[in-house]
């Protein structure tokens, strides 16, 4: 490690198990109603994407584009959030959520806070909106958690994202908020980036990861989570590595609470 650079030394909070996108694929993800039917099944730190509107809104999506998971069309952070918010982000799914809207960042955040759960923002930015995206979401989770008082001071949310520029300009806005470098493939340099940009926790792809990994990102001081393990099977493998977190979309068939079932 570069000896003029540490990792952001913070206590670890989160529980074990993430649920993806809110529910994983039981309920249409990135949704206020994905959260509350994951909540359902007992799980208490919830995943989410979230990317900034063309006038500055922060809200939930995973994609460039509106297609997939809404009845828009287009991409999604060239549109203002007038636009954007009378989408329809749940009837694509079943016809259960139909009429489920797009959730502001503002609004999972109060949910999650005044709930006791634990958050993983994803920044998700629009191409070119890298540092952007990265500064608006730390300042926003900042302001957010600091106006929570109730029922007890909640643990900072886990910023999270792929795109360095996004978790640098983060760093920069609100250098105390924990953050992770996720990665879908081991590059050239990616430990002393992660270093560099004072992450608490590196979240790589479940297929990379395997005990030697996972102890290399230890012996930097971080921790390491893994994306996204729907089987039992690999689970009990990355739990015997050493894994200090799973991200899953199978709400319905582990145990958040507890050790691996289903």
């Known amino acids: 490690m570069n000896d003029t650079v540490a990792p952001m030394a913070i206590d670890w909070p989160y529980p074990f198990w993430l649920a993806h996108r809110g529910a994983g694929r039981l309920a249409p993800e990135n949704t206020l109603a994905a959260f509350r039917h994951g909540a359902s099944f007992g799980w208490r730190m919830f995943e989410c994407d979230v990317k900034l509107s063309a006038d500055g809104q922060l809200f939930l999506l995973h994609d460039s584009t509106l297609e997939r998971t809404t009845d828009g069309r287009g991409i999604a952070g060239e549109q203002p959030w007038p636009a954007l918010s009378r989408l329809d982000a749940g009837g694509w799914h079943s016809r259960q959520f139909a009429g489920e809207p797009l959730p502001t960042l503002d609004a999972i955040a109060r949910y999650v806070l005044r709930n006791g759960f634990h958050l993983n923002v994803e920044i998700k930015p629009t191409p070119g909106t890298e540092r952007a995206t990265g500064a608006a979401v730390a300042q926003r989770c900042a302001a957010l958690w600091r106006e929570q008082h109730r029922p007890a001071p909640a643990s900072l949310p886990l910023l999270t994202s792929f795109q360095p520029d996004a978790l640098q300009a983060a760093l920069d806005t609100e250098p105390t908020l924990p953050r992770g470098l996720l990665l879908d493939h081991w590059r050239e340099g990616w430990l ?43 689970a009990e493998r990355l739990l015997a590595a050493g894994i200090d977190g799973l991200i899953t979309d199978a709400v319905d068939r582990f145990s958040p609470a507890g050790g691996i079932s289903g």
């Open 192 to 234: 002393a980036e992660a270093a560099t940009l004072r992450c608490a926790a590196v979240v790589a792809h479940c297929a990379m990861l395997d005990a030697a990994a996972i102890a290399q990102i230890h012996a930097e001081g971080m921790r390491v989570l893994s994306y996204t393990v729907n089987d039992p099977g690999e």
